[in-house]
């Protein structure tokens, strides 16, 4: 009544080929890549090879780079003058040293003669001073009278300017002395010669006199001949 059945196995070689084909392959052995993409690979390293690589400079430019270098010039350029400046004006010289001495009034031969604590306009007329080097202010006093006023030399010094006046501060002096200094520079470019400081209030003295023309240099020349007296005239 039961029939008996029996189970075939599959034939594994029937089925077509070996059993280590069905088998993944092992992680150790290596997969050979594809024969296309090696050659691209070849091609691309040739090129690279030909192709002319471009130096790369150390730093790149950029416009805040550019503007940052722009500013720091500028200041450094500021910071330079400013120490000239600086040291033209309060280091380099002795004003107490370069006040005295024999000066002349501006375009006369009057002298003018300064010591320490003196300046004596004749044998009769001096008055005192005192000099302030780091504001460039001077006070004067002459008898119950008493003034000031500020001072400056020409870069030579041998120009002294004195500015009666009771408002001059150090501040006031040093933003005058910038402006001057600004203003001498451009005549030294265009070539022009500086001008002499005039007006109210202003003495200007200079260490050689001004050439004032003697009577003697006005008279007119004397004949060449002279007539000897009782000579006789030659008649017509």
Known sequence: MFERVESVAPDSESEGGDPAASEPPS??????APASSESVIDGLREESQERPTKRRMPF??????MTLAVVALA????IVLSAAFCWNRWWRYDDAADFKGLWFVQGTSVPVAIDDASIKLSD???YS???DQGAKTIAFDFGNMKGSGRYYFS???????VIDGGSYTALSTLTEDMGRAFATLQERVSGREPEIPSGEGVSVF???PSEVPSETDEAPDEPAEVREEGADVPSG
């Open 27 to 32: 992680a150790s052995e290596p997969v050979s």
């Open 206 to 208: 200079v260490r050689q």
């Open 129 to 131: 001073y005192a000099i």
């Open 124 to 126: 009769d007329v001096s």
């Open 155 to 161: 870069d030579d010094r041998r120009q002294l300017v």
């Open 60 to 65: 790149s430019f950029t416009p805040l780079k």
């Open 75 to 78: 200041c450094a350029v500021l």
